[in-house]
């Protein structure tokens, strides 16, 4: 049996699909630029059909591994329990991994499969099926758990003995990094440093950031100086989207099928409604004109 007959059976997709899809990649993948506010641009890739199938597979099978309490952008866990850990705490270090997925190569994932217990062979076809010019991208449905693995297979160990060891707690939310306690933290930012670029990981230095308790504390957008609220930045970004959906419509604004982004919007706006209800309200008034026009 060769390696695609093998892949055919673990992922129930036909084997000339497979071989099919993987000749031809890259005419089953699109590129999307987004423009920020400053001007500047960034790169994303959907897979369609039928690419977009086989990762949903590869995707299935990743989501069965168990990742420990401190990874919050998993099933039943979320951005708010993420925040959760950090609340009123005196001090908070914040640190966000530069070019997080395109960093890790093709042989990191292929590496990522074998641990899983995949041959070489297999481990070799699923890095393919999930990477695009040898490296992982943003907008495959497969990067956040493989680079999730990677973290937990490479980075995790060390950092969770180095924060047993100091009383620290922290957590992960895809490639931001948050650590916390009662102390001061700025003797920790050196080894925490040493650690990722021994790994062959690189700090985004702008958004390494210690807050204190008396500055403002926000984490993956909720401020959480004494209790748990929406921040003011992440509302407004809500705000400006639900006006560009009334504007643009909500398949142009969000560049989902109607279904995927009403359901996007919905999980927006339940975040303010968990925290703030008054707020979380006038938005879900606002919501419901949309999806019901």
């Not at 927006?268 to 008034?285: D, F, I, M, S, Y």
Request: aromatic fraction near 10%; charge should be positive; include cysteine.
């Amino acid at each position: 049996m060769d390696k695609f007959d093998t892949l055919s059976k673990i992922l129930s997709i036909p084997k000339n699909e497979l071989e099919d899809t993987l000749l031809h990649q890259k005419k089953y993948v699109k590129k999307v630029i987004i423009k920020r506010k400053d001007g500047s641009s960034r790169k994303t890739y959907k897979a369609i059909e039928p690419l977009k199938k086989i990762q949903d597979q590869i995707k299935f099978l990743l989501q069965e591994i168990y990742l420990p309490s401190e990874f919050h952008n998993v099933k039943r866990r979320s951005s708010k329990t993420n925040a959760e850990i950090h609340l009123a705490k005196k001090y908070i270090l914040k640190i966000d991994i530069k070019h997080y997925y395109p960093s890790i190569n093709q042989e990191r994932i292929h590496w990522l499969f074998t641990e899983l217990g995949y041959s070489n062979q297999i481990a070799d076809l699923l890095a393919q099926f999930t990477s695009i010019d040898r490296k992982l991208v943003t907008g495959f449905s497969t990067s956040p758990l493989i680079a999730n693995f990677l973290f937990y297979k490479t980075l995790y160990p060390r950092i969770k003995g180095l924060c047993e060891q100091q009383n620290i707690e922290f957590s992960i939310f895809a490639d931001d990094i948050t650590f916390s306690r009662g102390r001061d933290l700025s003797s920790f930012k050196k080894l925490i440093r040493k650690i990722f670029n021994s790994e062959g990981f690189e700090i985004n230095e702008k958004k390494f950031l210690l807050q204190k308790r008396n500055e403002h504390q926000e984490i993956t957008g909720y401020v959480v100086n004494k209790k748990l609220n929406i921040s003011k930045k992440e509302y407004k970004k809500i705000r400006t989207l639900l006006y560009k959906c009334k504007r643009d419509g909500i398949e142009n604004a969000t560049g989902l099928d109607r279904e995927k982004a009403n359901s996007h919007l919905m999980g927006k706006v339940q975040r303010v409604c968990e925290v703030n209800p008054l707020k979380g309200e006038k938005l879900k008034a606002q919501l419901n004109l949309l999806i019901n026009s």
